[in-house]
């Protein structure tokens, strides 16, 4: 059976939770995408409720964590 991002993630949770386009932020700062080892992760800040959103070269498949980096 093949697994989904989201089942994929779900195993990872313990790490921290993960944000999909359109979430809103949970808190105000800075939320990083790794875009896997060929793409830089991509960095944005966030206030608290604004909407998460879609990665250039991931599209609907971002997923953002938080981080402790000020960017």
Not at 12 to 17: D, K, L, T, V
Not at 52 to 55: L, T
């Given at each position: 059976m093949?697994?989904?991002v989201?089942?994929?993630l779900d195993r990872?949770?313990?790490?921290?939770?993960a944000f999909k386009p359109g979430d809103k932020?949970?808190?105000s700062g800075t939320y990083v995408c790794?875009?896997?080892t060929m793409l830089p992760p991509v960095?944005?800040?966030l206030t608290k409720g604004e909407p998460?959103?879609?990665?250039d070269g991931v599209g609907p498949h971002t997923r953002w964590r938080e981080t402790?980096?000020?960017a």
């Open positions: 093949p697994q989904g989201d089942d994929i990872y949770r313990r790490y921290g939770p932020a949970p808190v790794d875009r896997g960095r944005v800040q998460f959103p879609e990665a402790n980096i000020q």
